[in-house]
């Protein structure tokens, strides 16, 4: 598993900006970082984000943020 791929993203429409907004909590706790009028281009744009901050912390030698944003709801095998 790559260090990215540990990380919740998702994208979100917004109806007060009329675009799709992405989000990665763990790493961007601010809010969403990126927009578009598309909901792929908007996570391109969000996994884009997610991979140059994970190689910047690891060029700076920092730690990444351990991930604790989890979905609402995680599937369950019968």
Do not use: I, N
């Not at 791929?5 to 799709?20: N, P």
Request: with cysteine; proline share 8%; hydrophobic share 35%.
């Amino acid at each position: 598993m790559k260090a990215t791929d540990r990380y919740l993203k998702f994208v979100q429409w917004s109806e007060t900006d009329k675009l799709y907004v992405g989000y990665c909590p763990d790493l961007f706790p601010w809010g969403g970082v990126c927009h578009s009028a598309s909901e792929e281009q908007t996570y391109h744009q969000l996994a884009e984000l997610v991979r140059e901050e994970v190689a910047e912390l690891t060029r700076a030698g920092k730690p990444l943020p351990e991930p604790v944003t989890r979905p609402m709801r995680e599937a369950v095998l019968a």
